[in-house]
């Protein structure tokens, strides 16, 4: 599979936005819109993949969890590989990055591929990263800013190169952060429409669908775009109460 992903953190005063474009394969079965779904003793909202596993979701405590392929790292499972997308769906149980270290410690982790989790929890306005190279769990956290996260099975070190140009010149924008300039960075297709742009296409893959989290002081809103967000689809809209 040479898929690629963008990840866009907006870090807010009160709640940050966050928004991801999947791009995958034009051969992969499509994923189902975001749901609501019990996991563990917290309610979440993920789209999914038709298996279960999900590649995004935002949980009842406001924390949103994102995970994206680590092509730069070659070593792969041998023999059958537990999906990346069960990671995400059990981080999802977690209203704190502890929480997520205890449920990597119950994880056969030799069994999955390498990924990078990003983990975004705005009670201790925190941005948590872990990345999983088959031999070892480094976890690194991040300053409470807006940020960007960029993978490919194309060329990754040629998407980071392009799209990181792209999002520092949107930086420099007046709109900056604003729920318009994250769909206009994620629907763009500069420098040129093609394998490198945020709004990736090529003859065998696209990207193929957009996700935004949005969370404020008591609700978590996700807006899913079926499709490349360039496309015009409307977006799917679901709400969530939040708690402590």
Same mark, same amino acid.
């Given at each position: 599979?040479?898929?690629? /992903?963008?990840?866009?953190?907006?870090?807010?005063?009160?709640?940050?936005?966050?928004?991801? @474009?999947?791009?995958?394969?034009?051969?992969?079965?499509?994923?189902?819109?975001?749901?609501?779904?019990?996991?563990?003793?917290?309610?979440?909202?993920?789209?999914?993949?038709?298996?279960?596993?999900?590649?995004?979701?935002?949980? +009842?405590?406001?924390?949103?969890?994102?995970?994206? @392929?680590?092509?730069?790292?070659?070593?792969?499972?041998?023999?059958?590989?537990?999906?990346?997308?069960?990671?995400?769906?059990? &981080?999802?149980?977690? &209203?704190?990055?502890?929480?997520?270290?205890?449920?990597?410690?119950?994880?056969?982790?030799?069994?999955?591929?390498?990924? !990078?989790?990003?983990?975004?929890?705005?009670?201790?306005?925190?941005?948590?990263? #872990?990345?999983?190279?088959?031999?070892?769990?480094?976890?690194?956290?991040?300053? #409470?800013?807006? !940020?960007? #996260?960029?993978?490919?099975?194309? +060329?990754?070190?040629?998407?980071?190169?392009?799209?990181?140009?792209?999002?520092?010149?949107?930086?420099?924008?007046?709109?900056?952060?604003?729920? +318009?300039?994250?769909?206009?960075?994620?629907?763009?297709?500069?420098?040129?429409?093609?394998?490198?742009?945020? /709004?990736?296409?090529?003859? +065998?893959?696209?990207?193929?669908?957009?996700?935004?989290?949005?969370?404020?002081?008591?609700?978590?809103?996700?807006?899913?775009?079926?499709?490349?967000?360039?496309?015009?689809?409307?977006?799917?809209?679901?709400?969530?109460?939040?708690?402590?």
């Amino acid at each position: 599979m040479t898929a690629m /992903c963008t990840v866009t953190l907006v870090a807010r005063r009160n709640g940050y936005a966050l928004g991801m @474009n999947r791009d995958e394969k034009l051969t992969r079965v499509a994923g189902l819109p975001p749901a609501q779904h019990r996991v563990a003793k917290r309610d979440a909202l993920f789209p999914s993949e038709p298996g279960g596993g999900t590649w995004i979701g935002v949980n +009842d405590a406001g924390v949103t969890f994102a995970l994206i @392929n680590w092509y730069s790292v070659n070593a792969r499972v041998a023999g059958h590989a537990l999906s990346r997308g069960e990671i995400v769906k059990a &981080a999802l149980s977690a &209203a704190s990055s502890s929480s997520v270290n205890a449920m990597f410690a119950n994880t056969p982790l030799t069994s999955v591929n390498p990924f !990078r989790l990003i983990g975004v929890f705005p009670a201790r306005r925190a941005v948590v990263e #872990w990345r999983w190279n088959l031999e070892q769990l480094q976890r690194s956290e991040h300053g #409470w800013q807006t !940020r960007a #996260w960029i993978s490919s099975g194309f +060329d990754e070190p040629g998407a980071q190169q392009t799209r990181g140009k792209i999002f520092a010149e949107a930086l420099r924008q007046k709109s900056i952060g604003s729920a +318009d300039w994250l769909r206009r960075l994620h629907r763009s297709h500069a420098p040129e429409r093609g394998p490198y742009c945020h /709004c990736m296409h090529r003859e +065998d893959a696209a990207t193929v669908s957009y996700t935004e989290v949005i969370v404020s002081l008591c609700i978590a809103t996700v807006r899913y775009v079926a499709d490349a967000p360039c496309s015009g689809v409307p977006a799917a809209v679901q709400r969530l109460e939040t708690r402590p």
